[in-house]
């Protein structure tokens, strides 16, 4: 959808475009009313998800009435218009922009890696150019290596979307105009940083001049299959294609006019369970083992069909399903459907993007979930949206878009939560009990334990006078939290009662899929089998497990997003060896595929009975998303139930926090060859002073019974006594991490 018609206005117009009658809405631009209507405009400069750029005028157009030639990718229809697309004139226009285009830029596109789906090259055919009529002198230009991307100057055509995409959508703000004429270029201002999100500026790059580091040279476009799917690595499930040759994924694009990828969507695709085969022996084991098994525990990273497949085992031999994370969120979601009567949260991306007012909290949302950064981002570009940033932790990477930074304590997210809700549902009618629970509590208690001020609350408050267009965004801190459950109903509340469009960002992969789809138990208990998860007797898509298992981009079947969609993945890559469908067929079910399960996945979830096969998977011409189907959300019985808040106890002196960096998110991504990040502890000079810790020290500590060794680093753009702890590198064991985030960091030194 683009950023255009999320905010027409909704008043229908009849104009002409060519002859032909086209019906649309006020509010929307003439290119996109021809583009509803399937009438071609060509354009070089315009990309549906950004504002319209304006600088390339190869769009022009002619209104009767109106003199010369207008922007129809800027200038919005009015009723009645009668608007012509193409005439001799306009034509010469095109040509025209085209010949200047081709001044210094080498048509020598052989050896370039755009060719064949380079845009300048299709209109440079399109328009029939077949001479160079123009010449400047030539500049010496080298290609900028700016790791995941480089840049080659001479190719460039300066259409600015690149800049437009690092600005209003990723929000890393790296890429900037340098004018200067036909020396006009484009500078990447944080280099040092090599934001594998500069990925997406490349993607939509029309010539070759911002490409991949990695694919350049490596294959011509037109030699790969481009297979659709859907990124498994965070709750996202952000549209892609895994571009493949020889059964090897050489790049992952996506449809970048209308959707997103991140660095991790993008570069790591390379962690299939390769050079795998059917080994019968460790098969039967297999069969012995859940035949045999009281628990079976997963991780995340599972299809949905996978997760019905494991929930109709657990029916048929009662074993324990276990699965931390998502465990943690179905509690959480089942606490907050109690307050709002319906099984899922009422928000949506595009309602994100579109607020005028964000508050974030509970989550370290540039890591946890960066497709919601980016819809947080256009919000506060697209329209300038106050963005309240809640957490113990300050965090650089979003530092450009937040207008506020609320610090509260570790561990008293449920006061905040109280807080919030009483500040914020000061003057919203609401049920008795609710009303009386509201004013019941000690404000000025819970504002001295959580550290948040009456004044910063009525900042925030100011923040939302608008009367609509607020989001609430909440996260992992808030589902492993002791207190998880009375948290999430006070965060319902603002649902309820103050119109917010809440999203509850799942913890991991397809959390919320099997928070649906599976009856969930707390703790393993007796034999064990696994599921990328250690047990007695281990699955492993990772390698190394009792038996092998496909990798995601090995399977298909469907994974449920944080945006409430239900969408297919297919195989990119071949697998040789036994499917978790082969165990349940020796244990009784019967199924030649995973995917017969999709049309059976549970319709008293929101799910609907369709077959993986007839599951659409596209964007329309304007943008409109065809990827699976929505979840319907489900009534579920309201029951009241508000509790004292806890007297937290107090997290005092050196903290830290399980929290991946940037782009990482598990051990598969961990495997990626291009997104390397060191496991490191990482905290402020302040957070070593209080430990007494070295720059580079050895240190080791156990969390959850997980034992890490790590060294420390010290951050300078860290403040404070809180250190990142990430968990993406710990293999099978990462994903075991279901407690808080926060703890007090018991360590001891190396060698001692
Ligand atoms: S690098 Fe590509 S996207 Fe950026 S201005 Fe140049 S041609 Fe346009
Ligand atoms: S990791 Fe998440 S945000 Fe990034 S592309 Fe994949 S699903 Fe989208
Ligand atoms: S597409 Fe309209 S000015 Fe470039």
Redesign the pocket.
Same mark, same amino acid.
């Given at each position: 959808m683009s950023v255009h018609n999320s905010i027409q206005t909704g008043k229908e117009i009849t104009v002409t475009i060519d002859g032909k009658r086209c019906k649309s809405t006020f509010g929307k631009t003439i290119l996109e009313i021809a583009r509803e209507n399937g009438i071609y405009v060509p354009t070089m400069c315009y990309l549906s998800k950004v504002q319209p750029i304006g600088s390339c005028r190869m769009c022009v157009v002619e209104v009767e009435g109106v003199e010369g030639m207008i922007l129809s990718c800027q200038e919005k229809a009015t009723d009645g218009a009668v608007i012509r697309t193409n005439n001799e004139t306009i034509q010469q226009e095109r040509q025209n922009i085209m010949k200047l285009y081709n001044v210094n830029h080498p048509l020598e596109c052989g050896v370039c890696d755009k060719s064949g789906e380079c845009d300048l090259q299709n209109k440079t055919m399109e328009f029939g150019l077949e001479a160079q009529g123009f010449t400047a002198r030539d500049q010496h230009r080298p290609v900028e290596n700016w790791g995941h991307v480089s840049?080659d100057p001479a190719l460039?055509?300066?259409?600015?979307?690149? @800049?437009r995409v690092s600005t209003e959508i990723t929000g890393d703000e790296a890429l900037k105009v340098k004018f200067g004429g036909y020396g006009s270029t484009?500078v990447n201002t944080k280099q040092e940083k090599n934001y594998a999100s500069l990925g997406e500026?490349a993607a939509?790059?029309? @010539?070759g001049?911002?490409v991949s580091t990695d694919f350049k040279y490596t294959a011509n476009a037109w030699e790969l299959t481009k297979i659709p799917s859907a990124c498994p690595h965070c709750g996202g499930g952000c549209q892609m294609y895994y571009e493949v040759k020889n059964d090897r994924i050489y790049r992952v694009t996506n449809t970048f006019e209308f959707s997103n990828l991140c660095g991790a969507g993008r570069y790591a695709f390379d962690y299939a369970n390769e050079n795998v085969n059917k080994e019968k022996a460790a098969f039967d084991k297999a069969v012995e083992a859940f035949k045999d098994a009281q628990s079976v525990i997963f991780s995340s990273q599972i299809s949905n069909e996978e997760a019905l497949l494991l929930q109709k085992l657990k029916e048929k031999f009662g074993f324990r399903l276990v699965s931390h994370e998502a465990r943690a969120y179905q509690k959480f979601m089942q606490a907050y459907s109690s307050i709002t009567g319906k099984s899922l949260y009422n928000g949506t991306l595009k309602a994100l993007s579109a607020s005028k007012a964000v508050i974030v909290m509970g989550t370290k949302i540039n890591d946890d979930a960066p497709t919601v950064k980016y819809h947080i981002n256009m919000a506060s570009k697209w329209h300038r949206a106050r963005v309240i940033y809640m957490h113990p932790l300050e965090d650089t990477e979003v530092q450009n878009i937040v207008t506020q930074f609320v610090k509260y304590e570790a561990g008293s997210e449920e006061g905040v939560a109280a807080l919030l809700a009483e500040t914020l549902l000061k003057e919203a009618e609401l049920p008795k009990g609710i009303r009386e629970f509201l004013d019941a509590l000690d404000i000025g208690n819970l504002s001295a334990e959580s550290n948040v001020g009456e004044e910063e609350l009525e900042t925030l408050k100011r923040a939302l006078l608008k009367k609509s267009g607020f989001s609430l965004v909440v996260g992992p801190d808030l589902y492993m939290h002791p207190r998880a459950e009375h948290i999430a109903r006070l965060i319902a509340l603002l649902e309820q009662y103050a119109g917010f469009n809440v999203i509850c960002i799942p913890p991991a992969g397809n959390a919320m899929g099997i928070s649906l789809i599976c009856d969930l138990d707390d703790e393993v208990e007796g034999r064990s089998v696994g599921y990328n998860a250690p047990a007695d007797f281990t699955l492993s898509a990772l390698g190394g497990g009792d038996l092998d298992m496909p990798a995601m981009n090995q399977q298909e079947g469907t994974l449920t997003t944080l945006d409430k969609r239900v969408v297919p993945m297919n195989v990119a890559l071949p697998y040789g060896g036994y499917v978790l469908n082969d165990i349940a067929n020796a244990l009784g079910m019967d199924a030649e595929y995973t995917i017969e399960y999709t049309a059976q996945l549970p319709e008293e979830q929101g799910y609907m009975a369709i077959a993986f096969d007839a599951l659409p998977d596209y964007f329309d011409s304007v943008g409109n998303e065809y990827r699976g189907y929505l979840l319907k959300p489900q009534k579920v019985s309201v029951k009241r139930a508000f509790e004292e808040v806890e007297e937290l106890e107090g997290f005092d002196g050196p903290v830290i926090y399980n929290c991946n960096p940037t782009e990482q998110f598990s051990a598969f991504t961990a495997k990626s060859r291009l997104l390397k990040d060191e496991a490191v502890l990482l905290g402020s000079r302040q957070f070593a002073a209080a430990t007494k810790l070295q720059d580079g020290e050895s240190i080791t500590y156990t969390l959850d019974g997980v034992k890490f060794d790590r060294v420390f680093k010290i951050d300078t753009s860290m403040k404070g006594t809180i250190a990142l702890n990430p968990v993406f590198d710990r293999g099978l064991s990462g994903a075991l991490l279901s407690s808080y985030r926060f703890s007090r960091l018991d360590f001891e030194r190396a060698g001692k």
């Open positions: 840049y460039c055509i300066m259409c600015e979307k690149c @800049v484009i500026a939509v790059c029309p @010539v001049a911002l």
